[in-house]
């Protein structure tokens, strides 16, 4: 059984021979191929490479699209922050206002230069692992996307105090993360993981996901041709995750490592995919023995539900991570199938 | 109505998100007469520390942290004559984010509520240079240093203002007050940096700067 139809057995109920293992490893391959983060970043070649660097390493349940949202930023005039410590960062936004951004067209993501590159990764990665290996594409939700284009503190502003505002300026981008997530697809994602900010407790409560954001992420979701990840971004999500299951092509629901992932199960039903929860963080400074038993005790309530892909919880693994944690992840997911079928055989 | 009520009122305000309701009742307790500087240190002070309670038992998103600080930010601009600084009793403090750090939200509010509070607040922005935080907190005569990150990473970038601190022998008088995101997560990076202590929120951050002012007083 190869990863792909691992993770596609998983989705769909079916038997599998264990629990796939996802971990956020973007900026990771350039540590592991060599090359810079600048030069995955902006060199589509590379860019797989590193992740057949991560993939020949690990062995794990899936390779990535390029995860930089800065890039999106940029494609709006906005700058970007490179270190060669951690995955670049948007530096400053491109547009001030929401009346600039409603003045401003949207671009199809092929015209965009930052955008075109993630799209050819993507169309690299799907040729080399295509029903191999996942290719899972990463890009932020609708109702965060106006941040990267305006930045959070104004965005923010317009969503509680403009509510007529925000809802012409998501109107205005969500063609735009359709359009891209579309794109996406059709250059070979099998998958994508949508992060959506505005769905964690950190940011938002209930009532205001609810009766704001829900209905855009309902609408959007309906326009996307393929199977998505609804994603926490490194919150909490429970305390709006039995609002989820329904939404158009709904593949699985991504929680945060401060969730409780038996109490994620009761709220969503038996047939959800639920993806996590090891803490993010705890990957720089963890031994690979404490990895292995968060995994562990992880696959201990999620596994025996089935629909449950074991995932570290947040954005990139730490590029000071030890590569001895990410092998513990896969080695708990091996021992665990293997106590699975002992009593079996 | 005393002062007591009129700030049960605002806090009610700012938990329930209303930014109005909260411009209303500011506006009537200036009619009422109340001295802009009684105000803030009796009505806002106390409502802002019992959102700081809420924040504390994670009962409050950033949304409503947002409202609160722009309740705040409406409430010192109705009670401080337009071209002066608030009162500034506290004392001056320096705040910014640590080099390679772009995620400004925080800070920002962070600084609302400094100023709310009575502290004169040199706000130096987005990717600063250790170097640039030690030579205004000298210059300005700031006795904490309140510096934010939102990542692990870029948190680790604090450990040479903290190197910078201790070298010119100010470990004691200059306090380094951390904060962001990624401290909430993990408290144990505030010691790891070399903070001398962290809060969880904005509206916490005026007890943790007091605290560090006195701490520095102390030394001094």
Known sequence: ???????????????VDRVPVFAVLGAYGAKLSGASLNR?????????????????????????????????????????????????????????????????????????????F?????????????????????????????SLMMGIGPWME?????????RKVLDHTNPFFVSLANALLAQGADCLVITEAMATVEIAPRALFEERFLPVVAQTFSQIRGPKVFHHTGGRIN?????????????????????????????????????????????ASS??????????????????????????????????????????????????????????? | ??????????????????????????????????????????????????????????????????????IAEDTLLKCIPAGSQSQGTKGPVVIGNIEDDFHSLGRHTVGLFLNAAGWTVHDLGNDVPPELFLETALKVGASVIGVSAMMQTTAHNILRL?????DQGLAGKLKLAVGGAVFNWRPDLVAEVGGDGSARNAISADGLFTRLDRESREVA
């Open chain 1, 239 to 283: 305390h709006v995750i039995d609002l989820l299951p329904g939404l158009d092509g709904l593949a699985g629901v991504a929680i945060g490592s401060r969730d409780d992932l038996g109490e994620a199960r009761r709220l969503v039903g038996g047939e959800t995919n639920l993806i996590g929860n090891l803490d993010n963080l705890g990957f």
């Open chain 1, 118 to 146: 993630i799209l050819e990764a993507t169309r690299q990665l799907a040729k080399s692992y295509r029903e191999k290996v996942p290719v899972i594409g990463v890009l932020p939700g609708p109702c965060i996307m106006p």
């Open chain 2, 162 to 166: 903290r190197h910078l601190i201790d």
């Open chain 1, 40 to 116: 995955i970043f902006t060199d589509p070649a590379s860019y797989a490479e590193s992740q057949t660097a991560v993939q020949t390493t690990f062995g794990l349940d899936l390779v990535m699209t390029p995860f930089i949202y800065t890039f999106i930023s940029e494609s709006f005039g906005g700058e970007t922050a490179w270190s060669e410590h951690q995955v670049p960062n948007m530096k400053r936004p491109g547009i001030g206002s929401p009346a600039k951004l409603l003045s401003t067209p949207m671009p199809a993501p092929e015209d965009v230069p930052r955008l075109s």
């Open chain 1, 287 to 345: 031994s690979a023995t404490e990895i292995y038993e968060m995994s562990r005790r992880c696959l201990l309530e999620g596994a025996p539900h089935g629909h449950y892909i074991l995932s570290n919880s947040g954005a990139d693994i730490p590029l000071s991570a030890s590569p001895d944690t990410v092998h513990a992840m896969k080695r708990a997911a091996e021992d665990h199938a293997g106590a699975r079928r002992e009593p079996h055989e």
């Open chain 2, 1 to 70: 109505m005393d002062s007591v009520s009129w700030s049960k009122r605002l806090f009610a305000a700012m938990v329930g998100a209303d930014r109005l309701g909260a411009t209303d009742i500011i506006d009537q307790v200036l009619a009422e007469g109340m001295d802009p500087h009684t105000v803030i240190s009796e009505v806002l002070d106390p409502a802002i520390v019992e959102l700081g309670r809420l924040w504390e038992g994670q009962e409050m998103s950033l949304s409503q942290n947002f409202v609160a600080s722009k």
């Open chain 1, 158 to 166: 317009t969503v509680l105090f403009e509510e007529t505002l925000a």
């Open chain 1, 1 to 15: 059984m190869n990863s792909y139809q691992r993770v596609m057995g998983t989705l769909t109920g079916q038997p």
